[in-house]
């Protein structure tokens, strides 16, 4: 992970060209370690298939793709995925309120939400890259609904992948934090 991966999730600016990223907070507050857990549990973006989370990034990937005939065979012309992620993180809403030890713990949950994630919008940016390259690298055909059907597959196939990588990345996170504990 890169600084400039956080700053991108700071910042509310692109990874790539292809990509865009939208930052919205929920507050919390709380002046106990039992009041912060109850404010995320309460106010903290749903996430389908978890539930309440400290942090989540909705991720839209959008193909822009184009082909046809040239020079007697269809081939690619364009290839473009833009990748639309949208980004939720907490934002404390009383630090005065707050003792030094939560203050700082409160920083801790901020940070590693940010950097949680940019990885998740840096693995999406990845992939539509890769989609992007596939897709332009496909064998040029005889017959443009034959490399419709490679196009959809090969797209389809990039993107299942792509999820088992998001959900891989969290499953790595949870195993690292069940050691710690």
């Given at each position: 992970?890169t600084?400039?991966?956080l700053v991108?999730?700071?910042g509310?600016t692109?990874?790539?060209?292809?990509t865009?990223?939208?930052?919205?907070?929920?507050?919390?507050g709380?002046?106990?370690?039992?009041?912060?857990?109850q404010?995320?549990?309460?106010?903290?973006p749903q996430?389908?298939g978890?539930?309440?989370a400290i942090a989540a990034?909705?991720?839209?990937?959008?193909p822009n793709?184009?082909?046809?005939q040239?020079?007697?065979?269809?081939r690619?012309t364009?290839a473009k995925?833009k990748?639309q992620?949208?980004?939720?993180?907490?934002?404390?809403?009383?630090?005065?309120?707050?003792?030094?030890k939560?203050?700082?713990?409160?920083d801790n949950?901020?940070?590693?939400a940010?950097?949680?994630?940019?990885?998740h919008?840096?693995?999406?940016?990845s992939?539509a890259?890769?989609a992007e390259?596939?897709?332009?690298g496909l064998?040029?055909t005889?017959?443009c609904?034959v490399?419709?059907e490679?196009?959809g597959?090969?797209?389809?196939r990039?993107?299942k992948?792509?999820?088992a990588a998001q959900l891989e990345?969290d499953?790595?996170?949870?195993?690292?934090f069940?050691?710690r504990?």
């Amino acid at each position: 992970m890169t600084i400039g991966l956080l700053v991108l999730v700071a910042g509310c600016t692109a990874v790539t060209s292809r990509t865009n990223v939208n930052v919205g907070y929920y507050n919390v507050g709380g002046s106990s370690f039992k009041e912060l857990d109850q404010q995320i549990a309460l106010h903290g973006p749903q996430v389908p298939g978890v539930g309440r989370a400290i942090a989540a990034t909705s991720i839209r990937m959008t193909p822009n793709i184009r082909f046809g005939q040239i020079n007697g065979a269809c081939r690619v012309t364009t290839a473009k995925v833009k990748v639309q992620a949208n980004v939720t993180l907490p934002r404390f809403a009383d630090r005065k309120a707050a003792t030094q030890k939560l203050k700082g713990a409160i920083d801790n949950i901020e940070a590693y939400a940010r950097l949680h994630e940019a990885v998740h919008v840096s693995i999406a940016d990845s992939f539509a890259e890769r989609a992007e390259k596939e897709i332009s690298g496909l064998p040029p055909t005889a017959d443009c609904d034959v490399l419709r059907e490679n196009i959809g597959a090969t797209y389809n196939r990039i993107m299942k992948e792509h999820e088992a990588a998001q959900l891989e990345f969290d499953a790595q996170e949870q195993r690292r934090f069940a050691k710690r504990s």
